[in-house]
């Protein structure tokens, strides 16, 4: 059932800014807040894709940074919460143990895919995603994480000082630029002296990736893949003795105080150019509408200032050829007002309805000026189950 209904339930488009590259969507409310997002492509397929859910009761974001093409991302962006929700509701709510569960069936499914894909695409063995996952439900969030995109915190500093505010980071970055990684990778891989190498001047998996765990990436984490003679055509296989990457998440669980004020999840495009401070500092002291717009372009900036570019010229830069100069960037902001009871579900402007918000597949694959009814839908809460939700 759950996964008949995985289609967008409501599709907000958003619109296009001075640069034909970037999709905003400047404000709209979730159940203790309101949220912000903003997209901007540099590469020729859109590789990011994102989704925040949204009912009376819970709130889920998700930010999928794919790799080698926009196959995984995309599938994650249609699969990982149809099964959250499925595991939530099986086991009564929320947990470390549902999230990694409803991953894990996403990877499983991604595999079976590209098992049956294989002699027409070989390359899809070698298509991957980050993966970064939030879940706001009784005041309690979830994170969860593989790869390097983040979510990071900004909530008043503990000396209620008007005008501070401090940045926590909630997600760790599996990326072997990290020595922490490294080491954990190397750890798991004692008899293999060349696991991670310097190369291309960054540290690499096998010398080919730089995220340790993700979505995919099929060819890395199943050795028959590497013998088959069809993806043997299509690339160098890498003999592999054991998978060198994982799709076990990384999990945190913290309830929500109130100095906390606001969420910023976002794939690693964002945060090359960003601090996690510069980013905190940028949503506390502007104004909410556009505030995601505000952090890509902060970020585009910075980007173009490291090429002694302008901006305005970069945003002339088609796709495919402006990955040279930026990855595709994708920011949702989260505000926690705290919202309780009816103030919540008038926020949300029908006590009984739920809501997905999707950012396009591609900022070039449907007009973002142009209302699209026939994608715009509520549906009934189920009070008794309520995250029995039709997926984004």
Known sequence: MLRSCCRPIERCLGRRSGDGLLWHMDLKPHASGDFSIAVVQANSSLEDQSQVFTSPSATYVGVYDGHGGPEASRFVNRHL??????????QGGLSADVIKKAFNATEEEFLHLVKRSLPIRPQIASVGSCCLVGAISNDVLYVANLGDSRAVLGKRN???????VVAE?????????????????????????????YCRGVWRIKGIIQVSRSIGDVYLKKPEFNRDPIFQQFGNPIPLKRPVLTAEPSVIIRKLKPRDLFLIFASDGLWEHLSDEQAVEIVFKNPRAGIAK???GAALQEAAKKREMRYNDIKKIEKGVRRHFHDDITVIVIYLDHHKGSNANARLGAPNTVGCTTAPVDIFSLNADEAVEDLRRTVPVNKENPLLMVAC
Do not use: M, Q, T, W
Not at 188 to 194: Q, V
């Open 158 to 164: 503990s000396d209620a000082r008007k005008g501070k």
């Open 81 to 90: 919460f149809p099964y959250l929700h499925k595991f939530a509701l099986e």
């Open 294 to 296: 505000r952090l890509v």
């Open 169 to 197: 980071r909630l997600s760790k970055d599996h990326n072997v630029a990290c020595e922490e990684v490294r080491k954990e990778v190397e750890a798991l891989h004692p008899d293999d002296s060349h696991i991670v190498v």
